[in-house]
């Protein structure tokens, strides 16, 4: 198991900036890589940005390329999401994912075994 636990979650206002983490524990040596997704309500969950653990490849949402950037650091086995410029269409719940089967930055939820309970982010108009 890879618990996962997210924070830095919040209100902002639309232009604003958040930056979310997430923390892996257990058996992280598992990881090939990390992902974060949104799900609003009424909607499905959807794929934001991703990042492989060990070269750093990166994939990212078109409609998030150019305001969010994801990292990690490797000796706090921590993922990060800095969230600028946002908009009132990136509230939702985010939940951050981890992958140990497939060695790529994949979007696809379907390809992830783990997932943290979620941050809210509610960007205000």
């Known amino acids: 198991q890879v618990p996962l636990v997210e924070s830095g979650g919040g209100l902002v206002q639309a232009?604003?900036?958040?930056?979310?983490?997430?923390?892996?524990?257990?058996?992280?040596?598992?990881?090939?890589?990390?992902?974060?997704?949104?799900?609003?309500?009424?909607?499905?969950r959807e794929f934001v940005a991703a990042i492989t653990w060990s070269g750093g490849n990166t994939r990212y949402a078109d409609s998030v390329k150019g305001r969010f950037t994801i990292s990690r650091d490797n000796a706090k086995i921590t993922v990060y999401l800095q969230m600028n410029s946002l908009k009132p269409e990136d509230t939702a719940v985010y939940y951050c994912a981890a992958n140990g089967m497939y060695r790529s930055a994949t979007n696809d939820r379907h390809e992830y075994q783990y997932w943290g309970q979620g941050t809210q982010v509610t960007v205000s108009s």
């Open 15 to 44: 232009g604003g900036s958040l930056r979310l983490s997430c923390a892996a524990s257990g058996r992280t040596f598992t990881i090939y890589g990390m992902g974060w997704f949104r799900q609003a309500p009424g909607k499905e």
